[in-house]
């Protein structure tokens, strides 16, 4: 149950704990991304939202990006150093978000996530993670406090 995985990425051996082991002030590996014209369109044709503010021009003159890419980009299973030990499982139980400002197309975003409680309920473990997205000059996008619990299953 407290293993720990070890992988390779370009030449160094990286540590990855799985992430039900991790408690309060530790911090996942952050996500730097940039969202081009044709992703956000392709989100924005599934979507079915052509407002124009995503596809020709919000405030500041560029279009913006779609808020529910910002929400999926910004869950803590993109974390690069997200893991999970074999047999375990998240749930996602609970999220508050705030959109701070837009994001334009083509600006690097970096999500940053944080675990800030840790506690023991009905026998499983729960956590409270911090996530922020900032842009490439440092200005907040979005905030989310996200809640969590764990499922496991015994090894055959």
Known sequence: MNRILFMRRRHE??????????GAGEELEPLEYTITPELNQQYLYAEEDFNP??????????PWVHPGVLLNMSNWTRSPSYYLNPDWGSIH??????????ASLGKKLRVTFKI??????????????????????????????GIGTFVWSEPK
């Open 13 to 22: 051996v990286v540590e990855k704990r799985s992430l039900h082991l991790m």
């Open 53 to 62: 503010r995503y596809i020709e021009e919000g405030e500041g003159g560029k």
């Open 93 to 102: 139980t609970s999220d508050e978000t705030q959109f701070i400002n837009p």
């Open 116 to 145: 800030t409680e840790l506690i023991e309920k009905r026998g499983r473990p729960w956590q409270t993670m911090d996530i922020l997205t900032t842009d490439e000059d440092g200005k907040e996008i979005l905030r989310r406090k």
